[in-house]
């Protein structure tokens, strides 16, 4: 799909989806200069916005994203950090019962990183399917 149809059916700016490639959140392919963005792409901007909704930054979606690019984490701080705020952010969710299916993403991704965590590089490609 262009742009203007994930502009569409992602409900976020052009300048936006633009700033997540700068990131490297959203890695879009190319094709006689367009770019082409696939149902993937459109489901990461779902979850950068859903994540960034609950308190993560783009900082710790960046992390996240690397995991699951490289499958392995050149920056286990960030993990550490990362897996503090989510862990905070947890609480935070139990406490409204109308936020089930945040809690549940949190758990997830708190998982991954239990894994990246706890077990060297090559190990670390299991962790992709969670993300």
Request: hydrophobic share 40%; proline share 2%.
């Amino acid at each position: 799909m262009g742009l203007i149809e994930l502009v569409n059916k992602s409900g976020i700016s052009m300048d936006m989806i633009h700033y997540y490639e700068q990131l490297q959140l959203i890695q879009p392919a190319w094709k006689n200069k367009h770019r082409i963005y696939s149902k993937q792409d459109c489901g990461n901007i779902r979850f950068i916005e859903r994540m960034v909704m609950i308190g993560l930054s783009l900082e710790d979606l960046q992390v996240i994203f690397e995991i699951k690019r490289t499958n392995r984490c050149t920056t286990p701080d960030m993990v550490v950090q990362l897996t503090e705020k989510l862990n905070e952010i947890q609480v935070d969710l139990c406490k409204d019962n109308d936020r089930k299916a945040q809690r549940l993403e949190v758990d997830g991704l708190l998982e991954v990183l239990k894994f990246v965590k706890g077990h060297s590089a090559r190990f670390a490609t299991n962790a992709k399917q969670w993300l």
